[in-house]
């Protein structure tokens, strides 16, 4: 009400001191502002004023409701079930974590950890040790360093050429998500970039030209991970420019992106090529991700020649792009498993990939009949949705792999309006992502664990009675 005031923080205070519980002064004190300023507003815009028991109550009550969303894990990053046929999906976190990797996280975030301290000396130790000694028994390489992401590992090792050229092929100069570009990238490490080749055919010759001459110190090889050229085209083969570069004292960067340490071509699709693979072929480092086709946790990896990854140690940037204990922890947990042999089985990148198209039918029959029995019990009052299981294709995502498509089962809805059907899926407990196609829902079955499946068929014929929680 115009002209009425609220009452002020202290009084709020006042009233709340009883259930305060040893809170800390400073919280409680910022969340009783926010109280008495929505108050304020309140009664400008005419409302009854409220006391200072009831401001007090609405402070406890949101200072509990905080408390209790952290516990439970509700900070904003809720989860979903990912029905688009999406494996990879950037928007929704990309690669989800194998079990391993999670007990690992957990373990290092709740308790002090051997991460910089030597067991045997008691001297300071290796940050990295324990996920570099899988790298290397994975990768062959002499040694290995880890970064925040793979960007990071491209800029760092891209600093090898100082203030020289780096000879990159105009075919992959490409752009990654969020707009980062390599010849920003080559600039922002202080090198000078030296374009070589065509768009669509680069040799090795363009390389030598380049390399003869002395515009160029390193040889940066980037594969091009989110898109595929096809027609009139020639890439140089990955040894003989190693083979050039060397013979010119030259130093060559292979970023491979998703970085596949298992063959994709044993699940029909196109070979990715391997860090070992490109190590042996005579690249000097390697980058690539951590998530992605890893499968681990969002990092950088660099692994090769002692040398090389020493000087890249000791750069004062190698601090700034250093993952913390909760990553290593995680990603050395996820290369354990493709040690061990069990990454298919594991790691649930590899374990929708692998998943049988038999087993994807199965699962998508029983979420339709599920869902076609609730319709039956409640009935509707408008015409019921068309309901169908019928064959889909996935992707792998999170730029890798591209065009490439996996074959797959899927629940499909027809018959009402997509857009809003989607909305209410969304809005389900869990949310559900899905997709569109020909005007039909399509929730693909390869990228939903298994044990979701109970809750993405209740989501969804709770979206198909028109209330989002099933409440009628």
């Not at 390193?218 to 003989?240: C, K, Y």
Request: glycine share 10%; proline share 5%; with cysteine.
């Amino acid at each position: 009400m115009p002209g009425v005031r609220p009452p002020s923080v202290d009084a709020v205070l006042r009233a709340a001191q009883a259930g305060l519980d040893g809170r800390d002064r400073a919280a409680v004190r910022a969340v009783a502002r926010e109280v008495v300023a929505e108050e304020r507003s309140a009664l400008a815009g005419g409302s009854k004023a409220s006391s200072a028991d009831e401001l007090a109550a609405t402070m406890l009550r949101r200072l509990r409701d905080l408390e209790i969303s952290t516990r439970a894990g509700a900070v904003g990053l809720e989860r979903v079930i990912n029905a688009t046929g999406v494996i990879l999906h950037t928007n929704l976190g990309r690669a989800a974590w194998p079990r391993a990797a999670i007990e690992a996280a957990v373990a290092a975030a709740g308790a002090p950890s051997l991460l910089e301290l030597d067991r045997e000396t008691g001297r300071r130790g290796r940050r990295f040790s324990a996920v570099e000694d899988e790298v290397i028994a994975l990768t062959g390489a002499e040694a290995a360093l880890v970064t925040n992401n793979n960007a990071a590992a491209v800029a760092l090792a891209v600093g090898l050429a100082g203030r020289g050229g780096v000879a990159v092929s105009r075919g992959e100069l490409v752009e990654i998500g969020g707009g980062v570009r390599i010849p920003e990238v080559v600039r922002r490490a202080g090198a000078r970039l030296v374009e070589v080749g065509t768009t669509n055919r680069t040799r090795v010759a363009d390389f030598e030209a380049a390399l003869a001459e002395g515009r160029a110190k390193l040889v940066l090889r980037v594969h091009p991970s989110n898109f595929a050229q096809t027609g009139f085209v020639e890439a140089p083969d990955a040894a003989e420019v190693a083979e050039v570069a060397h013979r010119h004292g030259a130093v060559v960067v292979d970023d491979l992106g998703s970085g596949a340490l298992l063959d994709t071509a044993r699940f029909g699709l196109a070979h990715e090529p391997m860090p070992r693979e490109r190590l042996q072929a005579g690249a000097d480092l390697v980058t690539f991700s951590g998530d992605k086709l890893v499968g681990g946790p969002q990092a950088g990896i660099i692994a090769g020649r002692r040398e090389l990854v020493e000087r890249l140690r000791r750069d004062p940037l190698a601090r700034a792009m250093r993952p913390d204990k909760v990553v290593l922890a995680a990603l050395a947990a996820t290369l354990r498993l493709y040690r061990a042999g069990v990454a298919q089985m594991e790691i649930p990148v590899w374990r929708q990939v692998g998943a049988s198209l038999d087993e994807l039918n199965r699962r998508a029959v029983d979420v339709f009949t599920t869902v076609a029995e609730s319709q039956a019990d409640h009935g509707q009052d408008e015409p019921c949705p068309v309901l169908a299981v019928d064959r889909t294709e996935s992707t792998i995502g999170g730029g890798s792999l591209p065009g490439q498509m996996l074959p797959s089962w899927a629940v499909l809805i027809l018959g009402v309006p997509p857009d809003p059907l989607l909305s209410k899926l969304r809005a389900g407990s869990p949310p559900v992502i899905g997709r569109i196609v020909d005007g039909a829902v399509v929730l693909d079955l390869r990228t939903v664990e298994p044990e979701d499946d109970a809750e993405l068929a209740a989501v969804l014929a709770a979206a198909l009675q028109h209330r989002p929680g099933g409440e009628r």
